[in-house]
């Protein structure tokens, strides 16, 4: 089990929310991760849930995981044009060298 | 904050020539990893270390690869022969065991872009 999915694209105004979801299908999977990546730019860690935890809020940001569905999601607050980005979910294996599996990533772009 | 560094950030190679990538990564991690993302497709890993010696790697490693940390803040990637296949953008990345078992967020570097010609 070992494939992330995301959906591709996401356009929303600046001011709401945007939420971004995940599914994933290895129940082993142990942290869950957020990545953004702005054009040219590599992979900035935005937020991580313990797979035991339902919620966990930072700021703008609320990480929601169903683990019963294999499901996580990523709500932005009052979405901002500097949101505008590439968002990544990742699971982490930790029986297997801490690598991360991610997802194809999903577009967030936000309209003035 | 602390970042992981990679140079260069974009590399242009023949077929079938040898070419290092290097990362720096974050001085007080302890794990470290290489990913690649060809264009359009997801992000991939392709291996760990950990204290000196390979600790996973995945089909895409394969015998053309190899990992070294030539120093104490070096972390290197070879690919022996390159391909046309091999093109992709390279993600150092590092994490620093100490925070507690698996809570370990991997923090990445900006990548290096490779086209192999």
């Known amino acids: 089990g070992e494939d992330v999915e995301q959906s591709l694209f996401l356009s929303v105004r600046e001011g709401d929310s945007s939420v971004i979801n995940c599914t994933y299908t290895d129940s082993s999977s142990t942290y869950l991760y957020w990545y953004k990546q702005e054009p040219g730019a590599g992979l900035q860690l935005l937020t991580y849930i313990f797979s035991n935890m339902d919620m966990k809020q930072d700021q703008r940001l609320t990480v929601l995981l169903n683990k019963k569905d294999k499901h996580l999601s990523l709500r932005i607050a009052d979405t901002q044009t500097g949101d505008s980005a590439i968002y990544f979910c990742?699971?982490?294996?930790?029986?297997?060298?801490?690598?991360?599996?991610f997802g194809g990533g999903t577009r967030l772009m936000v309209k003035p | 904050e602390p970042e992981v560094t990679q140079t260069p950030s974009h590399q242009v190679t023949q077929m079938g020539q040898e070419v290092i990538l290097r990362c720096v990564p974050i001085?007080?991690?302890?794990?470290f990893y290489w990913y690649r993302q060809i264009l359009g497709q997801k992000v991939e890993f392709l291996v760990s270390f950990y204290n000196n010696e390979i600790s996973e790697k995945s089909e895409i490693f394969d015998d053309q690869f190899s990992v070294e940390r030539p120093d104490g803040s070096n972390f290197t990637l070879k690919i022996r022969s390159t391909k046309l296949e091999d093109s992709a953008m390279y993600f150092c990345a590092s994490s620093d065991p100490t925070q507690g078992a698996g809570n370990q967020p991997q923090h990445f570097g900006d990548g290096t872009r490779l086209s192999i010609l």
């Open positions: 001085s007080n991690h302890l794990y």
């Open positions: 990742a699971e982490l294996w930790n029986n297997a060298g801490n690598m991360l599996t």
